[in-house]
T-cell receptor, first 114, second 113 residues
């Protein structure tokens, strides 16, 4: 059974804290993505990676960074968390060419910044 | 940049057909997708269409693609209360670099008994 696993389902952090959200996939996918989902705004792409140590900015990268040291793991980092980063974060992975239905999502991480 | 656009809300009666519309941005998108999200649940891939197709049918679902207008639609026949959810369209958009999956804001479908 294929899996995208997000390490933390629910987190509460204080303003200014450094936050790590971890995502691991076991399908040997080249692409990995981080999105945030907010009501009425859909899923907005923060960053994605198409290979180890490679990354590209999505639509809303400000306030975030990412790390991909190994193919199976893609980390989202909030250097200094702020209340406007309270959201649900979704990780996804896919084959490089997106062929067909080979895109898989994690269960999501609910982050509250107080 | 441009957004993938969807209307926010659609209400239908049980047994009617639902049509959810989407306007996407990248004419070179190779795949276009429809996802469903039920309350408190993750994203479920409903169907997808390859860009060289005009239509795809899968049981109660029909996807229509108009590449000239960059318009995608999802028709649900005989809509049931279990179809109540948020529906997202998504495209594989090429930005300044590699392609990424980009979503619309979602259409909340409410099915009334």
């Amino acid at each position: 059974d294929v899996k995208v696993t997000q390490s933390s389902r629910y987190l509460v952090k204080r303003t200014g804290e450094k936050v790590f959200l971890e995502c691991v996939q076991d399908m040997d996918h080249e692409n990995m993505f981080w999105y945030r989902q907010d009501p009425g705004l859909g899923l907005r792409l923060i960053y994605f990676s198409y290979d180890v140590k490679m990354k590209e900015k999505g639509d809303i990268p400000e306030g975030y960074s990412v790390s991909r040291e190994k193919k199976e793991r893609f980390s989202l980092i909030l250097e200094s968390a702020s209340t406007n980063q309270t959201s649900m974060y979704l990780c996804a992975s896919s084959l490089l060419d997106f062929s067909g239905n080979t895109i898989y999502f994690g269960e999501g991480s609910w982050l509250t910044v107080v | 940049g441009e957004d993938v656009e969807q209307s926010l809300f659609l209400s239908v009666r049980e047994g009617d057909s639902s049509v959810i519309n989407c306007t996407y941005t990248d004419s070179s998108s190779t795949y276009l997708y429809w996802y469903k999200q039920e309350p408190g649940a993750g994203l479920q891939l409903l169907t997808y269409i390859f860009s060289n197709m005009d239509m795809k049918q899968d049981q109660r679902l029909t996807v229509l693609l108009n590449k000239k207008d960059k318009h995608l639609s999802l028709r649900i026949a005989d809509t049931q209360t279990g179809d109540s959810a948020i529906y997202f369209c998504a495209e594989t958009r090429a930005g300044t670099g590699r392609r990424a999956l980009t979503f619309g804001s979602g259409t909340r479908l409410q099915v009334q008994p």
